[in-house]
């Protein structure tokens, strides 16, 4: 078969194996003008898009890393005025309760001396009463005693002055009795 190949080849016929010079050289100048025409303006196209992603990308990096420094500036505001607000709350909080502790007191005072003042009261009224009781039951007393005297004595004792003194006599001697019997 080799045989057979290289004879054909030889008595002018055109082997399809063996390429031709002309066809061969038309498909390298057509490679060349085709390598050219990527190399000038196809690979420049490519590596101006990927300088382009390339800066997007990076740009996009430093915005997301800009914005989580912000973020994380925000956070420790927000921790720090929170922290001022708790501060601020507990500061408030202890300024409610000595308030309170000392509307508390005052009122206490308040409450003691209207106490007092109403004890006080009560004792002038009672003290006066006891006078008045005193004085009432000293004429009711005269009279009884007066009258029993008088039955006692036989005589009337309707004289004032007379009634007075009797009365006084008596009031002495029952205050000396009571006088005598507490000790």
């Not at 007092?116 to 005693?145: D, K, M, N, P, Y």
């Amino acid at each position: 078969m080799n045989q057979l190949i290289i004879s054909a080849a030889t008595e002018g016929e055109v082997n399809p194996l063996v390429p031709n010079v002309w066809e061969m050289g038309v498909v390298l100048v057509g490679f060349a003008i085709l390598m050219f025409i990527v190399v000038k303006f196809v690979v420049p196209m490519f590596e101006k898009t990927f300088a382009e992603r390339a800066e997007a990308i990076e740009g996009g990096i430093a915005k997301a890393e800009k914005a989580q420094a912000e973020a994380s500036a925000a956070l420790e505001e927000y921790k720090q005025q929170l922290t001022d607000a708790r501060t601020e709350a507990n500061r408030i909080r202890e300024e409610a309760r000595a308030e309170g502790a000392q509307i508390l007191a005052d009122l206490k005072e308040k409450a003691a001396a209207e106490s007092a003042r109403i004890t006080a009261q009560a004792h002038a009224q009672i003290e006066s009463e006891r006078q008045a009781a005193v004085v009432s039951l000293r004429s009711e007393v005269g009279t009884l005693a007066t009258t029993l005297a008088g039955r006692i004595v036989g005589e009337s004792l309707n004289d004032d002055e007379r009634a007075a003194r009797v009365v006084d006599r008596f009031l002495a001697d029952l205050e000396t009795q009571n006088a005598g019997a507490a000790k």
